[in-house]
């Protein structure tokens, strides 16, 4: 077969399939790649994890108190970032542990010893696996200090955009008096001077 009758097929296959046509359609093919969600555009919460998620962003809110809008997105992303590390850290335990479960033998061995072995065996088996989520969570890590600067960032010129607009609001304040005190003065003296004539 030549490249171009190759390429007349994929041609009218393309036609053919033109993807998910409803807004569910569409929703379910967004998720096609998620595997893991441990990166990714969202962060997809199991119900079993909707109440850890709720404690960690109260707490993240508490603690960075956003005032802005801008300010409430940036705690948003820090939270999902805190959020996918606290989950990476789960997910290597339990690779960890699936190691452990099957590296255990009912060998008459000293339990140290066994445990030691099956460890060891688990590192070995899942090498790769531990290598994966180690770049995840450096990736993950970096991004978290990123959004924490840039939220450091705005809130410093927030809090230095507030006290230019107190410096302003007093000295417009003692304009406002001054104006007054010298327009009495003024009232006060436009009398005395009518009363010399009269």
Known sequence: M???IRALINRVN?????????????QRASMNA????LTGTRL?????????WTRLSNAL??????MTTLEHQVVAKI???????NRLACVENNVFNFGLLDNTTDAPNEDRLEVLIAQTRAWIERAGSFDILGRYESRLTKQVLQFTRELEHLQKDRKHQELIDERYERLENRRDSANMAS???SVAELE???????
């Open 44 to 52: 997809l919460l199991q119900e079993s994890e909707l109440e850890a």
């Open 2 to 4: 030549t490249k171009e």
């Open 14 to 26: 393309a036609q053919k399939s033109t993807g998910p046509r409803t807004p569910a359609g569409r």
């Open 183 to 185: 327009s009495c003065t």
């Open 79 to 85: 939270i999902d970032t805190h959020f996918r590390l």
């Open 34 to 37: 998620v595997k893991h969600n």
């Open 192 to 198: 005395s001077s009518k009363e010399m004539q009269a």
């Open 61 to 66: 809110v508490t603690e960075l108190a956003p």
